[in-house]
């Protein structure tokens, strides 16, 4: 299979939504890799690299007091209500400014807490102008309990200026609980769910042309209700290059998730597994440690973007009486490469690679070089996220009395 057709292949593989790379630079790279024209296909790989590396994404939620405005902040960030970083809660609010929360892992993603509008004596377009709305990715508006006049002026504000939105109803569990406890013999979960639902689309459409999506939620549960369907939405209407950084800011609380931050990681990969296969062949230039450089760091970063990093995991040890380094012992991510002697991964690869460069030279080495790195960082990826899928079954894991898993070494590996 010619490199091209890899190329190609590859990125067919990925639905559009889940795709960091838009067609027209797909079919630009493509291009270049058929006319063997690679240094061309390196410079436009690593300016795509750069742009999605550095791509901020800002999120502003605005909503009235009282909505779960930030708890809904401090959800999206992974942050506890009471950790020093999170987004004050159960308090009036007092500003009229626009507060920044970065995320505490990833600090190209803000979200901004934006006072609700009945808090201000703004006009809705004076609002948003006060509150820089050109500045934000999209608007989230916050509702809760019932549907305000100023919700619906504040959307129609938003659509008047094409700034994409999505309105979330918030406190869901809340409503559900109030109408079981009042109710329990006609208690009917999805009768609820489908008057709500049907509330805030009416009112939407007094005010509106057409109907913006609705999402209904509960800050508590991320994996429920409408939260997983706003994930998507977000990821549908985000451009290509901002993908990646949203995926990789969402916390790994379903199946879907973790497939879609590794799908998105392995892309990433991808690219620079072709570039630096490219690089060893115009000419042959010594670029072969970029991918074996710090591999340490690289694997650290997919597992922090999994929920599997040091951090989390000790704080998911203590509820099991566990100390982080007996919970690992079931995590395949912290023994997928473990060797036998002193000589580290990135040694024992690199001693692999400058050997088989003595002998074979550039172009002949740089589909090896290519294949070796991109499995190695494809196997931890898939390992990582299996890893993330088991916790989403804590218990069942803790239970799971095995020992450390040693992935079986590739041919290729001496």
């Given amino acids: 299979m010619s490199w091209a057709s890899g190329f190609d292949k590859f990125f067919t593989n990925f639905k559009r939504e889940s795709k960091i790379l838009p067609e027209d630079t797909i079919t630009l790279i493509k291009y270049y890799v058929e006319k063997m024209d690679l240094q061309k296909a390196v410079s436009v790989i690593s300016n795509v690299l750069k742009d999605i590396s550095n791509a901020p994404l800002n999120i502003a939620v605005t909503g009235e007091t009282g909505t779960g405005k930030s708890t809904f902040i401090n959800a999206l960030r992974g942050v506890g209500q009471e950790e020093e970083a999170a987004a004050r809660t159960g308090v009036t609010e007092t500003t009229l400014k626009r507060t920044p929360y970065p995320h505490p892992k990833l600090p190209n993603v803000t979200i901004w807490d934006l006072p609700g509008i009945g808090s201000t004596t703004f006009q809705p377009e004076d609002y948003l102008k ?46 559900l609980y109030s109408e079981k406890l009042s109710k329990p013999k006609s208690f009917n979960k999805n009768a609820i769910l489908r008057k709500i639902r049907e509330d805030c689309s009416r009112n939407l459409r007094k005010a509106l042309v057409s109907e913006p999506p609705i999402f209904l939620i509960s800050n508590f549960d991320m994996a429920d209700y409408d939260f997983p369907k706003l994930n998507n939405a977000l990821l549908e209407d985000l451009p290509p290059h901002k993908r990646h950084i949203f995926i990789q800011s969402l916390r790994s609380v379903t199946e879907e998730i973790i497939n879609q931050k590794k799908d998105a990681l392995k892309q990433m990969v991808f690219l620079e597994a072709v570039k630096e296969g490219a690089l060893a062949m115009v000419p042959f230039v010594g670029t072969i440690r970029s991918l074996t450089r710090n591999l340490d760091r690289k694997f650290n970063l997919y597992r922090s973007s999994f929920g599997l990093d040091n951090a989390s995991l000790e704080n998911i040890a203590k509820d099991f009486n566990m100390s982080a380094n007996e919970f690992k012992a079931n995590l395949w991510s912290y023994h997928l490469f473990a060797e036998d002697n002193n000589e580290s991964l990135e040694e024992k690869l690199c001693n692999y690679v400058k050997n088989f460069t003595v002998l074979f030279g550039g172009p002949l080495f740089a589909g090896y070089y290519y294949n070796m790195a991109y499995y190695m960082h494809n196997l931890f990826l898939d390992a990582a996220a299996n890893d993330a899928i088991a916790l989403l079954n804590k218990e069942a894991l803790s239970e799971r009395k095995v020992g450390p898993y040693i992935s079986k070494a590739p041919d290729y590996w001496e």
């Fill in 130 to 175: 006060r509150m820089k709305f050109g500045e934000y990715d999209f608007f989230i508006i916050i509702s809760a309990t019932r549907f305000k006049e100023n919700d619906a002026q504040l959307a129609k504000a938003i659509a008047k200026m094409k700034i994409n939105f999505y309105f979330i109803r918030t406190k869901i569990d809340i409503d």
